[in-house]
């Protein structure tokens, strides 16, 4: 079984919608993930914060341009009457539904809600397509098997179970449709896997059931030695191991989410990234055996950093420091990044800072704390192991003329990240890019 992901540009139109079925093999067995038409989610989220700011105008605006969209999509989408009606029906409802939220009891549960019509409205109306052209597919709802836990981590078993049974009970069918990005939190509620989920979904169902490949179709013909949108004369790389693509995808690569790397290395699913634009093209093979030894392979960027340094004379010669300062992270379930020490202080990174005033005072109980905000990492990953020499000095040589405020090294034997102000970082993959490739 092959699990293929189509993202918002894939799904971006009438015509995106009707191409699928150029790489989709329907006597294949497959489940297809769809995220929504492209732009979708952007709207919907805009839609929320008009009603969670109480503009209830606002909110009503944009729903009826969206609207608009889709009547327009609907319209070039299916050629019979009874497909133009289904079309229709379909997306009345859901609009419908987003327009009978108020401002005034409008929580984050209303707003998830919200967030997921986008991937409900895509998944059907392509099945409804399939229906008018004659391909029998099925759709899977992922709110009825993909579920995280309190801590927002899949439930693994539960996906494989509930998948399984799903699939069972259809086992006369071949194709199979659901929903990316979606998924039910463990109070049961609507909730979702952050923006760009649609490939952790992929990777996710792809792990749970030994699927025999992941397929993630995009706008691009796979995985890139630098950020496209940034530099110019990027090349895809043709072979990534779980490892290189599991650090890229972390620190800012944004054609994988950056947890989707991890279900389908534990469970040793290859991952291919495929233009729908240019199927024809190889793409990007991420396996076990991916790696090349002796060079770069991809420079990515992650905005959005804070760092926090703690500077404390008590850390000198001490032991426990550390698991101190680590545990107020736990406490506040704040994921670290990047961590650079010296005998006197600390500093690290973190990029969510929802509880950073209340880490903030904790951390005052052990020395001067230190915040600086608008940072990015910079990952190189490549081929940096015990036995290979030269490349930190390359690489920093590379940003001599940029101010750098952490590097680190040495951790892994695939990443040398650093982290820079914002504002240096295009100038930092630029030269970078120059240097190393
Ligand atoms: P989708 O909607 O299909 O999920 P995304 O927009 O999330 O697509 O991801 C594809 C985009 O990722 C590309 O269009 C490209 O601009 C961007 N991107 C950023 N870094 C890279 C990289 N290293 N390699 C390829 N694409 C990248
Ligand atoms: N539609 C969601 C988003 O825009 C999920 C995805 O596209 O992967 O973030
Ligand atoms: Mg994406």
Redesign the pocket.
Known sequence: MKIL??????VGNAGRIKALFNIINPQERQIVVL?AV?GTTNSLVEISQAFAGGDKDKASASIEMLHGQYDALIAELFATDEGQQNGKELIDYHFNLIASFSSHLFTPIEEKIILAQGELISTTLFHFYLTEIGVRSKLLPALDFMKIDEDNEPKIDFIRDSLNELLLQSSDHNLFITQGYICRNSFGEIDNLRR?G??YTASLIGASIGADEIQ???????????????VKG?N??ANLSFDEAAE?AYF??????PQSVFPAQRFNVPVR?LN?MEPQAPG?LISKSGAAKGVVR???AKDGITAIRIHSSRMLLAYGFLRRVFEVFERYKTPIDMITTSEVAISLTIDETKYLPEIEKELGDFGSVHIDRDQTIICVVGDFGLDTHGYASRVLDAVKHIPVRMISYGGSNYNISMLLQTEYKVEALRSLHNRLF
């Open positions: 992901k189509f993202g918002g540009t894939s995220s492209a760009g649609s490939d993630i179709w995009t706008d691009i013909d796979g995985m890139h030695n630098n950020d496209p949108r940034i990027t895809p790389i890229l800012g690569a944004k054609i994988l989410h990234l729908t990007t991809s420079i990515a």
